[in-house]
């Protein structure tokens, strides 16, 4: 069966962050390109959130997995550092997942990332504004602890990048 890009992605929405099990490699931004050859040989471009990132080869690998459940036998999955992964790729499902989840999305930023712009987080649960950065420390890397004055509940953010 031959697929077209739109469906390459819509089958790649099952693989999953690893730390993040609610939120796609493909609403997360880190899947950049799908191309098609005329021959049906499939490319997938990916991009780490970072260069350190520790999860990259398990994506890569769940990412092939996932094209051959469906069939597609011929296919290379390409790492690059070509276009660098920003939060601003984060689709608009991926941010209402991350919400969902607990996690405040990361506020989208206009090409230069502020360093005030690390205190801003809407809180998860109540959708206050009134919240305080505790630490830009989070369990992981990309992750900062936040508090809520008004309902008072401890939340982390998805940090901009």
């Not at 469906?7 to 999953?16: C, G, N, S």
């Not at 191309?35 to 040989?41: K, L, N, P, Q, R």
């Not at 769940?62 to 690059?80: A, D, F, N, P």
């Not at 205190?119 to 992750?143: E, I, K, V």
């Amino acid at each position: 069966m031959a697929y077209t890009k739109d469906e390459i992605l819509e089958l790649l929405q099952e693989v999953k962050d690893p730390e993040i099990p609610v939120l796609s490699l493909v609403d997360l931004g880190v899947i950049t390109d799908v191309d098609i050859t005329e021959a049906g040989h499939v490319t997938v471009q990916m991009t780490p959130t970072f260069s350190g990132c520790p999860a990259m080869e398990y994506m890569k690998q769940e990412v092939e997995q996932s094209l051959e459940r469906h069939g597609i036998r011929s296919h290379t999955v390409k790492m690059s550092f070509d276009k660098p992964w920003d939060s601003n790729k984060i689709s608009e499902r991926g941010r209402k997942a991350l919400q969902e989840y607990g996690l405040a999305p990361p506020p989208k930023y206009d090409l230069i990332l502020d360093l005030d712009i690390l205190d801003y987080a809407t809180c998860p649960n109540c959708h206050s504004t009134n919240t305080t950065m505790r630490s830009p420390f989070g369990p992981t890397l990309c992750r900062s602890l936040h508090y809520c004055n008004d309902c008072r509940q401890m939340f982390e953010q998805f940090k901009p990048l």
